[in-house]
Antibody, heavy 119, light 110 residues
Framework: QVQLVESGGGLVKSGGSLRLSCAAS????????MSWIRQAPGKGLEWVSY????????NYAESVKGRFTISRDNARNSLYLQMNSLRAEDTAVYYC????????????WGQGILVTVSS | QSALTQPASVSGSPGQSITVSCTGT?????????VSWYQQEPGKAPKLMIY???NRPSGISNRFSGSKSGNTASLTISGLQAEDEADYYC??????????FGGGTKLTVL
């Protein structure tokens, strides 16, 4: 069965850095676009970034552009999010998700990992 | 990119039908047929219910349907059941090659 398992979350001070990882299994990871989506406590979903299957296409939400970097390692079936210059408003549960083949629906989701940025 | 506009809440009785709207602009919902809908139960990850405006993934009940007219997409749930109570989010691709979610709609089954 498909599994997406996030790790690397935790408590970090404002201005600090954190690297999230997402380990994928149960599907052909290298064939799929992948994405990070976050949800602040009690709030709605916010798309953060996506990366194409070969890492050729990458895009970010304006709120994280220049601070966050998405990457992937197809040999390790893993997705990453390097988060720098963290702010209190980055506090959220971060989900990794795979996109459906050739479209923009988020088919599979991880269980989410909490990132808390303290001021 | 501003969030898509959804009603904060909708409600219905078991067996009824409800519709959740998702209003965007000519730059997102109106420009592409890449609208998707997600169901999120408390404490759980979201679940894909509809993609490409009106397509259901395997395993999703045909009580869930999607449509679009102009800059507004809609999710309709027919034959409402208690288990449908959840938050629902729409999402659209945009002409900036980004994605944008709606603010979410809380569905209450009376």
């Amino acid at each position: 069965q498909v599994q997406l398992v996030e790790s690397g979350g935790g408590l970090v001070k404002s201005g600090g850095s954190l690297r999230l990882s997402c380990a994928a299994s149960g599907f052909t990871f290298s064939d799929h676009y992948m994405s990070w989506i976050r949800q602040a406590p009690g709030k709605g979903l916010e798309w953060v970034s996506y990366i194409s299957s070969s890492s050729s296409y990458i895009n970010y939400a304006e709120s994280v552009k220049g601070r966050f970097t998405i990457s992937r390692d197809n040999a390790r079936n893993s997705l990453y999010l390097q988060m720098n210059s963290l702010r209190a408003e980055d506090t959220a549960v971060y989900y990794c998700a795979s996109l459906l083949w050739s479209t923009y629906g988020f088919e599979y989701w991880g269980q989410g990992i909490l990132v808390t940025v303290s001021s | 990119q501003s969030a898509l506009t959804q009603p904060a809440s909708v409600s219905g009785s078991p067996g009824q039908s409800i519709t959740v709207s998702c209003t965007g602009t000519y730059s997102d919902v109106g420009a592409y047929n890449y609208v998707s809908w997600y169901q999120q139960e408390p404490g759980k990850a979201p679940k894909l219910m509809i993609y490409d405006v009106s397509n259901r993934p395997s395993g999703i009940s045909n009580r869930f349907s999607g449509s679009k007219s102009g800059n507004t997409a809609s999710l309709t749930i027919s034959g409402l059941q208690a288990e449908d109570e959840a938050d629902y989010y729409c999402c659209s691709y945009t002409n900036s090659s980004t994605l944008v979610f709606g603010g979410g709609t809380k569905l209450t089954v009376l």
